[in-house]
């Protein structure tokens, strides 16, 4: 047996369809006939549910970047060899890389309300035909354009005019902003060209594997392993002068001392 329960409110009426043995619903959460209250009342108050949700992330991503940075901020000593005094030095260094922590922890920390957005949308709408009009990816599409361009010129425009301030690891930058570019031509080429309208499973498998590669590439420009192998012989070298000299000075002997008058 179906019943219905008729509710008349001001602007409109709702139906509640029950079946047998089912009872009304009552629910603090679900407000009932939103859709009936006027305009302004319903936007402010999500106005307001968005500012406590807003309120939450901040405090939920600024807990996430201080575990972030206690994580990358950990030190070890590390012993190494060193070619001039030829004796073993205690350094202390860096576990995490800081190119390789900013490019991965960094990023995860503070694009992880925007990757978890794209990621519930994603899962969610799989059975269904493609939206044009997702929000997850271009929340991410825009996140990114926002930080290459806006947040890079406010911290060149923040700087006063008497001080200098000069980019560490400039070569690093260039190299992360070419990727940035890269990935939308990336998109660009995929969508346009090589399947229009539709993402292949090859395509997001390289397109993933890209990721990797930047992280790796950028290490190697932090590190300059291609010139490794330069500073290596520099070393040996400045070594054998050393040892030189002090061949040169032992076989000389000491040098003979005035006498006074």
């Not at 600024?62 to 205690?90: C, G, L, N, P, Y």
């Not at 993933?208 to 590190?223: E, G, K, R, W």
């Not at 500073?231 to 040996?236: D, E, F, I, L, N």
Request: aromatic share 12%; net charge negative.
């Amino acid at each position: 047996m179906v019943v219905y329960h008729y509710t008349n409110y001001t602007r409109g009426w709702v139906v509640e369809v029950l079946g047998d043995k089912e009872k009304r619903c009552h629910s603090y959460l679900l407000l009932p006939a939103e859709n009936l209250w006027g305009d302004g009342v319903r936007g402010f108050l999500y106005i307001l549910a968005l500012l406590y949700i807003f309120m939450g992330v901040a405090i939920i991503s600024d807990i996430f970047m201080f575990a972030i940075e206690v994580i990358t901020s950990k030190r070890k000593t590390i012993v190494r060899w060193d070619e001039e005094t030829h004796e073993r030095v205690q350094k202390e260094v860096l576990v995490w890389n800081e190119t390789v922590a900013n490019l991965t922890l960094m990023a995860l920390g503070s694009s992880a309300p925007e990757i978890l957005l794209a990621v519930i949308e994603t899962v969610q709408t799989l059975d269904m035909e493609a939206d044009s009009g997702g929000l997850g990816t271009f929340t991410i599409i825009g996140s990114a354009a926002f930080n290459l361009l806006i947040i890079t010129a406010v911290c060149v425009y923040s700087v006063p005019s008497p001080n200098i301030k000069k980019v560490r690891g400039l070569s690093v930058f260039a190299l992360t902003s070419c990727w940035s570019i890269f990935a939308y031509v990336w998109m660009l080429v995929v969508l346009q060209w090589v399947s229009p309208g539709e993402i292949e499973p090859w395509e997001a498998w390289l397109t993933l594997a890209f990721f990797p590669i930047m992280v790796l590439t950028a290490y190697c420009q932090d590190s300059r392993w291609w010139c490794l192998s330069r500073k290596t012989a520099v070393g040996h070298l400045r070594s054998h002068t050393v040892s030189l000299n002090l061949s040169l000075t032992s076989l000389r002997g000491p040098l003979p001392q005035s006498q006074g008058a």
